[in-house]
């Protein structure tokens, strides 16, 4: 911050700071491994502008991020994660993230539609899950 008057200038560093993202909840606690799946993320200090707050879970970037407040982003899944997640998110420099907030669903296979085959090879199998 500086201020002048007249000739005179008189500055002060580190004057004022901001509050890093504190998160709370999220909407969904579940989803399949599949992706797109939206999560809004509620909490505070996530940027008074829609260009200011991202949103990450686990180590990947959200597929899009909507900032929709000061306390709630939304969040598109990328595809392919699974387990449970941290979610985090960025308001300018500032972090601020919540540990196991957010899990996915392992594929899970069902059924094959050839049980056996010839030893040659070349051969075709469907496999069946969700």
């Known amino acids: 911050v500086a201020v002048t008057a007249g000739v005179w200038v008189g500055s002060l560093t580190e004057a004022f700071s901001f509050d890093a993202p504190a998160l709370s909840t999220g ?9 797109s799946t939206s999560v809004t993320v509620h909490g505070a200090n996530f940027g008074a502008a829609r260009y200011s707050a991202g949103g990450r879970l686990g ?5 899009a991020s909507a900032w929709e407040s000061d306390t709630a ?7 392919g994660l699974t387990g449970t ?5 960025t308001a300018g420099v500032w972090v601020g993230s919540l540990t196991e907030a957010f ?3 392992a594929p899970a296979l069902s ?3 050839r049980a056996n085959a010839p ?11 969700a």
């Open 27 to 35: 909407t969904r606690a579940n989803a399949p491994a599949t992706g």
């Open 73 to 79: 982003l939304a969040c598109r899944s990328v595809r």
């Open 59 to 63: 180590h990947s970037a959200c597929e």
């Open 111 to 113: 059924t094959g539609t």
């Open 85 to 89: 997640r941290r979610v985090a998110v």
């Open 103 to 105: 899990s996915f669903d």
């Open 119 to 129: 030893a040659t090879g070349s051969t075709s199998v469907t496999v069946h899950g």
